[in-house]
């Protein structure tokens, strides 16, 4: 499975380099956010690499569910399930979780089904910002502090009717999408279906909270956007 590049394992337990975080980002999520930049002060392993190495390693249900309660830092070591269970959770030799998951209906472990459910729906977490949470903001005319963006992966379910395929891609609708502001909190629903071929074969949802909102501003945003573009633009090119 291509993801085992991203991580190392020794003894049972997995930690993941700076490099690899930024790498997975990067290369398979399309995700320049900076907080995954090897000099980051902030540094922070993407949630999306938790999610698919447990999912290498328990295979795929056709219900799953994702909580994330940690920010995974440089250095820390972390114990993954190792085989199918219908719940566990990803955390370190304190016990302190970082990502809990549970899992019910019918499994498999088909790992092209794995891999292509994995690229499809990591490469549309990875344009949540500034792409779809910027139309959300600007539909309900709230925005983030650009100084401080607080922007946190919540949670995430996936809801199969079948598995028996071997391939899937990913396709959302920005009607879809929604957005519910109270003061400065925003809680945003980011949901999306699974194709094989012409058919829908399931549906998710991405849970995400935004914190520090302010009234929408459209020449800062603009401003968010450009500078995303050239981070972008200038990690392509290096």
Same mark, same amino acid.
């Given at each position: ?34 907080i995954?930049?090897v ?6 392993? =993407? /949630?999306? *690499?938790l999610?698919?190495i447990?999912? #290498?390693? !328990?295979?795929v &249900? ?16 972390l ?34 089904l794995i ?5 499809s ?8 910002? =500034? /792409?779809i *949470?910027?139309?959300?903001?600007k539909? #309900?005319? !709230?925005?983030? &502090? ?18 028996d ?21 925003g809680?945003?629903?980011l949901r ?9 074969i ?23 956007? !450009? ?6 633009d ?5």
């Amino acid at each position: 499975m291509f993801i085992k590049q991203f991580y190392n394992e020794e003894n049972g337990k997995i930690n993941i380099s700076r490099q690899q975080a930024s790498d997975f980002a990067k290369q398979i999520a399309d995700d320049f956010n900076p907080i995954h930049n090897v000099d980051a002060k902030r540094f922070c392993v =993407p /949630g999306d *690499l938790l999610f698919s190495i447990v999912l #290498n390693k !328990v295979g795929v &249900n056709q219900q799953m569910h994702f909580d994330f309660c940690g920010m995974v830092t440089e250095g820390v070591e972390l114990k993954f399930p190792e085989q199918y269970v219908e719940s566990a959770s990803v955390a370190d030799d304190n016990d302190k979780a970082y990502l809990t998951y549970t899992a019910s209906g019918q499994h498999s472990n088909c790992q092209t089904l794995i891999e292509s459910l994995i690229r499809s729906y990591v490469g549309f977490s990875g344009h949540t910002f =500034p /792409g779809i *949470l910027g139309q959300l903001m600007k539909r #309900n005319n !709230v925005m983030i &502090n650009p100084a401080r963006p607080m922007v946190m992966y919540e949670s995430m379910d996936i809801c199969l009717q079948r598995l028996d395929v071997s391939e899937v891609s990913l396709r959302f609708d920005m009607e879809q999408m929604t957005l519910a502001v109270d003061g400065k909190r925003g809680q945003a629903k980011l949901r999306f279906d699974f194709i094989s071929g012409k058919e829908v074969i399931g549906h998710g949802v991405k849970n995400m909270v935004l914190s520090g909102l302010r009234e929408y501003d459209q020449q800062q945003m603009e401003q968010i956007c !450009v500078d995303y573009q050239q981070m972008k633009d200038a990690n392509q090119a290096a």
